[in-house]
């Protein structure tokens, strides 16, 4: 991007921080900026799979739960082989952030990711702290540590005053995912 990349993230329990940060890697995608983006503990196909998948300078990298499962679901086992998963996506991104193949980088609910203690901490931390000056670094997930706010340029809290999912309305494909 810029010599001046920025961090950003969106956080909160309000719909809207993967549509908002996915919204940002399209416009850069668009401007012809090289963009990852690594979704952290979605097993279930999205529509935006669909739609970045025929964008050239988007690279999609996922981890996937074990067995589809909530954290709090599973097997020591499980938990180790989601760890895994979550870490080698994150590697992924930074060897292409290395090699100057990424101008923005996604990090799709890895807060929550990191706070389940599913993601290498000190790996994750490393980039927050080392972010390349360059890099523009987008971050969603729930509930952040004061770390990341503080680092942040940018922060904004999606905050849930109605949902339909509350009426009992199942999330909707092509709307929630």
């Known amino acids: 991007m810029s010599e001046n990349g920025l961090m ?3 956080f909160g329990d309000g719909k809207g ?4 940060a996915l919204g940002l890697a399209i416009r850069a ?3 012809g900026k090289k963009v990852v983006i690594v979704q952290f503990l979605k097993n279930w196909a999205c529509g935006e799979h669909d739609s970045i998948s025929q964008l050239p300078n988007i690279t999609l990298f996922r981890g996937i739960p074990a067995g589809g499962k909530f954290i709090h679901e599973m097997s020591a086992e ?5 760890k895994a998963s979550q870490d080698d996506g994150f590697k ?3 060897e292409l952030i290395e090699i100057g193949q990424c101008d923005m980088l996604v990090l799709d609910e ?19 702290f080392n972010k390349p000056s360059s890099l523009e670094l987008v971050i969603t997930g729930h509930n952040p540590g004061a770390f990341l706010l ?3 340029d940018y922060v904004t809290e999606m905050v849930k005053h109605k949902h339909p999912y509350d009426e009992g309305t199942s999330a909707r ?5």
């Open 78 to 82: 499980e938990v180790q082989e989601t």
């Open 173 to 177: 494909r092509g709307v929630e995912f």
């Open 92 to 94: 992924n991104a930074l």
């Open 8 to 10: 950003h993230v969106y």
């Open 110 to 128: 890895v807060i929550d990711a990191h706070r389940l203690e599913v993601l290498d901490d000190g790996m994750f931390k490393n980039l927050i």
């Open 150 to 152: 503080e680092r942040a």
């Open 29 to 31: 995608a668009g401007c």
């Open 17 to 20: 921080k993967t549509t908002a």
